[in-house]
């Protein structure tokens, strides 16, 4: 083990090494390059030394892919540095050599050297491989100087995440977070990459199993495209050129990669993990101390075909995940949080019908509830291609915290067909049932898009659910177009939610209205100063369709006007205006605090300021102002992050939001403080830690975790928890001490 620490160590650091030129230039490889927006992977016997220094012999026999065009800043352009990929295959795994070179080397940014950093702020290489050649689903790799492993899975060309104004919810779409649409950030795949630097850039090697990817034997080429971030410039190039109103995850821009030659066979891998804990809740007065607890479980993974996978699971723990970010909620609605756990992230995508306010299935109501842990005894999920059709089947069994508390079945299916220009058809049945007789909840859907040219799309989805001692007003259905081009986006929602709808293994902050929502937003690129000036406006509304309610009662409404100022670093400053309107038919008691608001119709203006620097800098903030009407008075809303970095190894972040209100019932302030640290020992081990201060809940946490990482997300995890009250709920609430080693082991193929 310190073995493979120092080698770990020796790969995060910057390389002193010598120019390293693609072999053919050196010493005169015979690869021919191929046709434009074609790659070719050829075949090798003897498999490259993964160590980010690409000077193999075996990287001549690979054709170059070299001039990439800039989709920032300047469209269709030239990229400004010079960038080549080579790609070789054997028995086992795809091989990727990177040389990006860069005549300000020393201005390289590396962006931080933990697994899955947001490489928007940093230089970045990423891949994306269309194994069915759908135009549709793919499956992400990148890197960044530093060496990080940076991977997803594409669905629906990325688009699954929805598009929302609505209030109600988190304001942050959990998908680049978490899992559920568009690109599922927190799937961790098999595969190794290292990197190293010098005086003319840096440069990557990649080792990607095909057993870490899904295919089948209908195409003999895959959807490809490579991009490259020069972030000292802003700049993104991509080998197969993108518009610059689109992206990498629009698969039907990208090229082809031709050559390669999977091998068609099963394998199958087991991830056991043993667990030791410590833990104490002090809100229970019957724990007068600390209870010890060890158990073991895990998962196995068999590929029963080339495209589908079947995952199972006992006694599933999931203590190394990181805890969630809190939220102040001054509102009637549920928050969202995004699904981080392991389990419930290959895939995810199959699952999502629906999003953008309704999402009819969310796998983080299974084993959660009232945000506790709820024990998950085991299940499975079948998912993948089969015959053309992306299938997902899930059940999970979940146990008891009380003896009073139900046990559950969760059972879901899912099947849709990819069609051309990015059209789709599917279905969607979720049931969770207990052993309580009598107690169920089942959805029903279809869903379905349709791509018309390049830019406008069209979304829809009709369902029920049904729910014992509701009848009637269960069905909900929505359209959704939408409009994408150079200059302008827009996009108009319509939905029907009836009072009885309850998808319960969903997210439905709210049901019994009708929901209408238009949005346009014109991108101008002015000669100097900024690089682009985006004015937009946007309109939602919530009519009421419930019982003993005047019909079409406005719940919710909001206009807003608003400017984003780009700089061409990455700076923007956003200056708005909003037109709130809120309705209540009921009186609401603000959570966390001794304030009811009457029923009523409240109105008026609230201004709006957001401004950020550039966000890879070693200093970056980010601030929001919002000021003005709130329910029956007013409110002030201060956000700040501040995130300081000390090359790739330390970060830490400072996040203060602070609410001042002022309502005819009371005033009141709500206080959320959060303080993140970070060092980065490897790529691959770290320790960090979240303080989190809430005076809404009336409580202060802070979890510390060390994380040494294998393959795939596992490894050792070492975690601590404390949870504090500040003022009613004083004194320790809760303390916990986990140690958990899990490791992944190829039982055949591999």
Known sequence: ?????????????????????????????????????VAV??????????????????????APLADFTQREPADGQPASEPTELRILFDQDAVYVAVWAYDSQASAIVPGESIRDYEVTDADAVIMVFDTYNDQQNGFVFGTTPAGIEYDGQVASQGSGGGFFLGGGMNSQRRFQRGAGGGFNKNWDGSWTVATSRDADGWYAEFRIPFS??????????????????????????????VPREFGLYRLDFAGQLSGVEPPFRRSATVTPYVLGASTRNYTDASQTAFGRQAEFGGEAKVQVTQGMTLDMTVNTDFAQVEVDDQQVNLTRFSLLFPEKRPFFLENAGFFTVGAGGADLFFSRRIGISGGQPVPITGGGRLSGRVAGLNVGLLHIETGANELADPENAYSVARVAKELPNRSRVGGLFVNRASNFAGDYNRTYAIDGSVGIGDQLTLTSFVARTETPDLEGADAAWNLTASWNSNRFTANATVRGIGEHFNPEVGFLPRNGHRYLQVFGMWTHRPASVFREIRPHFSYFTYRTMRTGVQNGFNESARWHLDSHWQWHSGMELHTGANYVTEGLY??????????????????????????????SRPVALNTRFNWGAFLSGSKRTTTADLTLRRGARTSAGLRIVYNDVMLPQGDFTATLAGVNLGYFFTPRIYLQSLIQYSDQI???????????????????????NEVQGIESLTGPLGRSLYLKFTRQVNVFGG
């Open 1 to 37: 083990m310190l073995t493979s620490l120092a080698a770990s160590i020796a790969l995060s650091q910057p390389a002193a090494t010598a120019q390293q030129s693609p072999p053919d230039r050196v010493n005169g490889g015979t690869a021919v390059p191929p046709e434009p927006g």
């Open 698 to 720: 009336d409580t202060w946490s802070a979890n510390v975790r060390f994380g040494w990482l294998n393959t795939a997300g596992t490894g050792l995890f070492i975690v601590y």
């Open 212 to 241: 870490t990817l899904r295919y089948g034997s209908e195409t003999d080429s895959w959807g490809f495209n490579v991009s490259r971030r020069i972030r000292r410039l802003n700049e993104e190039d991509f080998w197969a050129p």
């Open 41 to 62: 992977a050829s075949r090798t016997v003897d498999a490259p030394v993964i160590d980010g220094i690409p000077d193999d012999d075996v990287w001549n026999t690979a």
């Open 586 to 615: 009921e009186s609401f008691a603000i959570p966390g605090t001794d304030v009811v608001v009457p029923t009523g119709t409240y109105a008026g203006w609230e201004s709006q300021i957001v401004f950020f620097t550039d966000r």
